[in-house]
């Protein structure tokens, strides 16, 4: 998930009989499976809590470029390179479209990016890992993407109408991402010895990551309650994490490689696996600003803001100066 | 100086011949560097073959609130639809 544990500013989730007749109105639009549109009457929390979510999965989008970046110039071929900036690219796209939705909301881009730079704003914890090998490539596409994706298709379906257009484009585009991942592992399990080794060794460290991905269990949260009531979250992280297991599972054995979970097994009374939890206080240290790359992303994602200042100011310049000139002229 | 650049709303016209539809927004300084970010933002597969650009505050809008009376007019006019009339089935197809 690319937006985790996203607060509502809700103590509890009230009855529709305590609600202003607004609220109510606005309600039973939901509940009908209306969309809500940008110019229409939203209550004050929902529209604070979707600029919360929807920033936050605009910068995970922009900060998730990172990690794969690194390998551009040192992907093992020309057509993988071509493949990774590709697939780069169209985060930097998804990044965009997010940001141009919450934008809908009253909240500007350029306030979205300075709120995330002075540490007020988060972005998906996955993206604090490092990818230290080619075979971490693989093993983002396939996983994380394949985590995202499992978040994301519900979220076509939200309330919010920008919010799901952006979310339709984006699942059109992306199960590209998780194919290409899935194609580098296949290659890398049923190659070589060491690439082999390489393979499992980057599912070892990216499984517990990937189901952090989806945030601590969720199922007495007040948030998330008052998320699912407005459709801006479909289903409980519980939910999401375990069909990502169910899912992803059978793929790892396809691959011959094994997951990390002594304790996985299948549960047929519930039709899906039991598995282990991860350590949900490396999640929060991580969340904290602790994770092994939080410090090197942030500079990065800084360095790369005020870099470019100079350019956007220029062209603003120029495009002012040229738009007094045609004035003038006329 | 600090200035963000102005929001920019896209058309984008698909392979055959329909209208340009409206896709999303994005930033641009001007309307040349929006057609070009529109080209990478909106098209990386082949969405389209022109592509329009209008500022956002350009845009004028029908009111949310008045949608009831405004579209009122069309409501019980079931006559403009096609299937309003019953034609024998001896006529043929028509």
């Known amino acids: 998930m690319y937006a985790q544990m996203v607060k509502t500013d809700a103590d509890k989730v009230r009855d529709i009989s305590e609600m202003s007749p607004e609220e109510r109105a606005f309600q039973e639009r939901i509940d009908r499976g209306e969309k809500i549109e940008p110019t229409d009457w939203m209550p004050d929390g929902y529209r604070k809590t ?15 470029q990172l990690p794969e970046g690194n390998w551009i110039t040192r992907a093992p071929t020309l057509e993988r390179k071509a493949i990774l900036l590709a697939k780069v690219q169209d985060e930097a796209g998804h990044g965009l479209y997010l940001y141009c939705a919450a ?15 002075a540490g007020k704003m988060k972005y998906s914890s996955i993206f604090n890992y490092p990818t230290l090998n080619w075979a971490d490539i693989g093993a983002v596409g396939w996983l994380v993407d394949g985590a995202a994706i499992m978040n994301q298709v519900p979220l076509q379906r939200t309330s919010f109408g920008p919010y799901s257009r952006a979310m339709i484009r984006i699942c059109k585009e992306e199960s590209f991402h998780q194919r290409q991942g899935f194609d580098i592992m296949m290659k890398m399990a049923k190659g070589t010895e060491a690439q082999r080794r390489m393979a499992q060794d980057a599912l070892n460290r990216f499984w517990y990551p990937s189901l952090m991905m989806f945030g601590p269990s969720d199922k007495d949260s007040v948030h ?3 998320s699912m009531a407005w459709k801006i ?9 375990q069909k990502f297991v ?6 790892a ?28 206080s490396e999640f929060f240290e991580v969340l904290k600003g602790n994770g092994p790359c939080n410090r090197e992303r942030m500079d990065a994602r800084v360095k790369a803001w005020e870099d470019g200042a100079w350019v956007r100011d220029g062209l603003m310049a120029h495009a002012d100066k040229r738009a007094a000139a045609r004035q003038a002229a006329e | 100086m600090k200035k963000e650049w102005p929001l920019w709303e896209v058309f984008i016209r698909g392979q055959h011949g329909l209208n340009h539809r409206h896709v999303g927004s994005l930033h641009a300084p001007d309307a040349e560097m929006a057609i ?3 080209r990478d933002v909106y098209t990386r597969r082949k969405e389209g073959v022109s592509i329009w650009v209008v500022p956002s505050a350009q845009i004028s809008a029908s009111d949310p609130g008045a949608k009831d ?18 034609i024998p089935e001896d006529v043929g197809k028509m």
């Open chain 1, 233 to 241: 979250k479909i289903n409980t992280n519980d939910e999401l994490r």
């Open chain 1, 103 to 117: 934008e809908t909301l009253g909240v500007s881009r350029d306030e979205l990016i300075e709120l995330l730079h």
């Open chain 2, 36 to 38: 070009k970010n529109a």
């Open chain 1, 224 to 226: 998330s309650a008052q």
């Open chain 2, 69 to 86: 009376s405004l579209f009122e007019p069309s409501m019980d006019k079931i006559y403009r639809h096609p299937s309003f009339y019953d």
């Open chain 1, 246 to 251: 169910d899912q992803t599972v059978p793929q």
């Open chain 1, 50 to 64: 979707l600029i919360r979510q929807i920033g936050q999965h605009a910068h995970s989008e922009i900060v998730g």
């Open chain 1, 253 to 280: 054995e396809y691959l011959g490689l094994s997951i990390p979970d002594e304790h996985l097994t299948w549960n047929e009374d519930k039709g899906g696996f039991d598995f282990s939890e991860p350590d949900w």
